[in-house]
């Protein structure tokens, strides 16, 4: 995707731009060796997008000539996070069946989060682990088999180490024996906590067990601890019936982007940073939506922001079931047909003026007296 600049850019900071200034003025502290290459490399994408720095293509008409900037295409980026999002909810349309869809809500206690963020090569295996749960459960008491898709959370709502899973189901399975498709399964909260409980427990002693973890960053006698996490109960939410829009608007929401949108961003100057978050608890307690505003150094910000990166090679969204890849071709198939639906191809990707114009309806190519303008010259990039 590329976005539009003109020649004379302004020089006040537009609100959009405010996550790119934080990081601009806290780079010395990000951008060292200590931190994570997948961290350093990110939000220089973020702080070079939409900027000579990626170069560009020149457009013009017989009136007008416009620059527009290369995009940088990173998932920390809020504008090219949310065209990737877009795109994904577009294929995603077409590849899944017209069927109802469940959210599960998988957390664990909070003397584990440390133990997470000390050790992030484990947090790589919980989307395998809540996917796994799921299908058991669905295999055992049903004998069918889910569309599962796995989005990994690693925030809360204070931009805080919190690991948690949301895992969006088919409400229905394929049962291959009997070749049928079994609607509206009914989701036992009580065998599926369990599951869940008993699969993080396991991993975790067996990390230890193994000599994966460093007993530096460990709690006192770990093993005990976790015997009594086994022993208390644990919170996970099982959402009601949505439809495949709905669905794709809620997992749309967590996925190719940081934590904190911009518009939550409402302050920002060289001594702090001020910016909403969801207080979970007063709105449990009230059952309605309660705001707060928090207020940090940049330094302290963007060290919170750093920790949700996600290492390289590493998806937000991951796929099992019935939608893996290796199965997905097949199952897939044999599901729009015992459903009687007709199997959709894949959309071609839009391009960044047709994106541009479904998702905002703008023409990025008419000049300010509506006429079109035509490809010129490419911009290289220029150094940072």
């Known amino acids: 995707m590329k976005s539009s600049e003109h020649r004379k850019q302004p020089q006040q900071r537009h609100p959009e731009h405010r996550l790119r200034q934080i990081l601009e ?14 961290v350093r490399t990110n939000f220089r994408k973020v702080c070079a997008c939409r900027t000579p720095a990626l170069g560009g293509e020149v457009y013009a008409s017989a009136a007008e000539e416009k620059i527009f900037f290369h995009t940088c295409k990173s998932k920390c980026c809020p504008s090219c996070g949310n065209r990737g999002t877009r795109l994904w909810q577009r294929e995603q349309w077409t590849a899944l069946p017209d069927v109802p ?6 957390t664990m206690p909070n003397v584990f989060w440390p133990v997470l963020d000390a050790h992030r090569h484990l947090q790589h295996d919980l989307p395998s682990l809540g996917a796994a749960v799921i299908q058991q459960w669905a295999w055992t ?49 009580e065998q599926i906590m369990t599951l869940w409980r008993f699969a993080v427990c396991s991993y975790l002693w067996k990390a230890h067990r193994n000599g994966l973890l460093h007993h530096s960053s460990l709690p006192e006698e770990f093993n ?39 518009r939550r961003i409402l302050n920002v100057t060289e ?3 001020v910016y909403q978050y969801k207080d979970t608890q007063q709105s449990k307690e009230t ?32 796929y099992f ?40 309806h703008i023409d990025p190519l008419l000049d300010n007296h509506g006429q079109r303008m035509q490809w010129v010259r490419h911009l290289r990039p220029t150094s940072a």
């Not at 003025?25 to 997948?38: A, F, G």
């Not at 869809?101 to 998988?106: A, D, E, H, L, S």
């Not at 959370?153 to 024996?177: E, K």
């Open 141 to 189: 008491r049903y004998r069918v088999r889910l569309c599962v898709v796995v989005v990994q959370h690693t925030f809360g709502g204070r931009l805080n180490h919190h690991p948690h899973l949301h895992v969006m189901v088919s409400a229905g399975g394929l049962n291959q024996g009997e070749a049928r498709w079994v609607e509206s399964l009914e989701f036992d909260h």
């Open 101 to 106: 869809f469940v959210g599960i809500v998988f």
């Open 321 to 360: 079931g019935m939608l893996a890849p290796r199965a997905k071709g097949t199952t897939s198939a044999a599901v729009f047909l015992l459903l009687g639906q007709k199997q959709r191809s894949r959309p071609p990707r839009l391009n960044w003026r047709n994106s541009l114009l479904r998702d905002f």
């Open 25 to 38: 003025m806290t780079q010395d502290q990000w951008d060292r060796p200590t931190e994570r290459d997948t």
């Open 287 to 318: 059952r309605m939506k309660i705001v707060q505003e928090a207020r940090c150094t940049p330094a302290e910000f963007v060290a919170m922001l750093s920790q949700h990166v996600l290492d390289r090679y590493q998806h937000s969204m991951r």
């Open 271 to 273: 001594q702090e940073v």
């Open 224 to 262: 005990d601890l976790i015997l009594r996490q086994m022993n208390r109960r644990w919170n996970i939410y099982i959402t009601r019936q949505m439809s495949k829009r709905h669905f794709l608007g809620y997992a749309g929401r967590y996925i190719r982007r940081l934590p904190i949108s911009q």
